[in-house]
């Protein structure tokens, strides 16, 4: 069993940064693909990117292409977000996932491991 901790959420006005930490504890995480997911009020939660367990693939959705990215350091059991040119329609609560598989996924079902969430706020 692995436990996640998300943190680095915050207030950001629109255009800039934040990085999201993800820390991983009990079971060694460089068994782990990890992903982050978000959830708007009202709306699905919705894949973000994902990184598999040793960090050699990555993966995104198309509207933060460009934007996030997506790194691990395993050594550190930590997986990161830096989120840039933040826009209004990135808040929502970003979760953190992971699943003992080496290759990243963008299912969400497909993460048995959850944490309980970080809130971004974009203000315009």
């Known amino acids: 069993q692995v436990q996640l901790v998300e943190s680095g959420g915050g207030l950001v006005q629109a255009g800039g940064s934040l990085r999201l930490s993800c820390a991983a504890s009990g079971r060694p995480f460089s068994s782990y693909s990890t992903g982050w997911f978000r959830q708007a009020p009202g709306k699905e939660r919705e894949f973000v990117s994902a990184i598999s367990s040793r960090g050699g693939y990555t993966d995104y959705a198309d509207s933060v292409k460009g934007r996030f990215t997506i790194s691990r350091d395993n050594a550190k059991n930590t997986v990161y977000l830096q989120m840039n040119s933040l826009k209004p329609e990135d808040t929502a609560v970003y979760y953190c996932?992971?699943?003992?598989?080496?290759?990243?996924?963008?299912?969400?079902?497909?993460?048995?491991?959850w944490g309980q969430g970080t809130q971004v706020t974009v203000s315009s």
């Open positions: 996932a992971a699943d003992l598989r080496p290759v990243a996924t963008i299912t969400r079902k497909d993460y048995a491991h």
